[in-house]
């Protein structure tokens, strides 16, 4: 109890993060709806998980394309602005699609994803720019839990919401007017972002230097940094764990449904409302569940239950059960991704979060290449065989992380190090 009053105390006197986690919560409505309009699209059309893991492998193709491009532009440019065109590309694209499906139903899948690629093309922008904005909106580091905490909650009751509403629009009208209705969600969202009052001032760059040669030594200057405190990288590699368990929740969704229960739609909008509520829960409590356990312990634990779960739902059980499952789920999920982020937020500085942000999601975007084509082919074999191997992969994050918490490898608080970076010459940002 005393934690909700706290978090509704520091809201009561933080607009901009307010604005921030309302942005948000309508924005995450809109990518949802969206998903799960895809993934029903999808699998209509192909009856196949694959189908459904090609669209997740896409995303992350082009993620790995432009990660470290995007990275450099929200480091040197205002993060509002960024947020705000991102969602507003996010919105004509998906409505785009929408319609086009709409009016010709027989409409060739090649379409949907040129138009995937391009909404594709801004995330890994939209996620960095959120990433370096939120501690900018805080007044002091210890906020941070806090502000994460409020915005993966709202993150997720967008989910909640989007979910609910997609499966009656799904079953009574169609995907393709699901996608148009989540690209309206995009619109407001953008409007919300530019409600918020910050403006980066950016510095005048001196140097005659062209904008690749900057963004070599950008890079070149921030790895060399960062690889002078070697448990950086495996923070970035362990905090990966939390994402690709999101991807497998997301492939593993429709044929779940299909195969164990019967193909109703409503049991999808049943379990992703799941995952979305065990996301909600678990909110007020994340800051003294992580003071008990400890920040590497907490990490530890949330991707071990995953693994767990996955390994449970293997087995064809009642749907309440595994709706109760999935609450856990979500609430392991949301739990330990928001321990990762704060804590690596924390030990970055704004010059360089971007970028930091950016190795994360270039890892998070090798691994889902190289893993999601694998399980999409375990699970076309049997809805078993694809929870089982998820489950193993979740295991091994978990273990991993256990053991690099260790003392003889980086020490009880690898997770919390700080990253020791002085501004290069070659940096010429202002706040």
Not at 102 to 119: A, Q, R
Not at 143 to 152: F, G, K, R, V, Y
Not at 174 to 188: E, K, N, V, Y
Not at 251 to 274: C, E, K, Q, R, T
Request: glycine share 6%; charged share 15%.
């Amino acid at each position: 109890m005393n934690n909700g009053k706290i978090i509704l105390r520091f809201l009561r006197n933080a607009r901009n993060i307010r604005l921030l986690a309302l942005a948000i919560f309508i924005s995450n409505i809109g990518s949802g709806m969206q998903l799960i309009a895809v993934s029903k699209l999808l699998y209509d059309k192909t009856n196949s998980a694959t189908s459904i893991g090609i669209v997740i492998i896409l995303q992350y193709v082009v993620m790995f394309l432009v990660q470290f491009i995007s990275g450099t532009v929200v480091d040197r440019s205002d993060q509002k602005k960024i947020l705000v065109i991102s969602d507003f590309t996010k919105g004509v694209f998906i409505t785009g699609a929408g319609t086009i499906f709409l009016i010709h139903p027989d409409t060739g899948l090649s379409y949907l994803f040129i138009i995937l690629i391009i909404v594709n093309f801004v995330v890994p922008f939209f996620s960095n720019a959120q990433f370096t904005l939120t501690p900018e909106l805080v007044r002091d580091k210890d906020e941070l839990l806090q502000a994460n905490s409020i915005i993966t909650t709202l993150f997720q009751a967008g989910q909640l919401l989007g979910s609910a509403i997609v499966a009656s629009i799904i079953f009574f009208m169609s995907p393709a007017t699901a996608l148009i209705i989540s690209g309206c969600m995009f619109f407001i969202s953008a409007f919300y972002f530019k409600l918020i009052k910050y403006s980066k001032q950016i510095k005048e760059v001196n140097e005659q230097k062209s904008t690749g040669v900057r963004f070599f030594e950008d890079w070149k200057y921030l790895m060399q940094q960062i690889g002078k405190e070697k448990s950086v990288l495996a923070h970035l590699l362990m905090s990966s764990g939390d994402y690709m368990a999101v991807n497998i929740f997301n492939l593993m969704l429709i044929p779940l449904v299909a195969v164990h229960y019967n193909n109703n739609s409503f049991y999808i909008s049943l379990f992703d409302s799941g995952f979305a509520i065990g996301s909600m829960i678990i909110v007020a409590l994340i800051a003294s569940f992580s003071k008990k356990l400890g920040t590497n312990n907490s990490a530890v634990v949330g991707l071990f239950l995953q693994s767990m779960i996955l390994i449970i739902l293997s087995i064809k059980i009642h749907v309440i059960f595994a709706f109760l499952l999935i609450i856990v789920y979500g609430s392991a999920n949301s739990f330990s991704i928001t321990i990762f982020n704060t804590n690596l937020q924390k030990r970055s500085t704004s010059e360089f979060m971007g970028r930091i942000n950016s190795v994360k999601n270039f890892i998070v975007s090798v691994l889902t290449i190289t893993l999601i084509p694998i399980l999409s082919r375990m699970f076309d074999i049997s809805i078993e065989y694809g929870l089982l191997a998820s489950g193993v992969v979740l295991f091994s994050y978990s273990f991993i992380s256990y053991l690099l918490g260790r003392k003889f490898v980086f020490g009880s608080d690898y997770l919390s190090k700080g990253i020791i970076l002085k501004k290069s010459k070659n940096i010429s940002l202002g706040d």
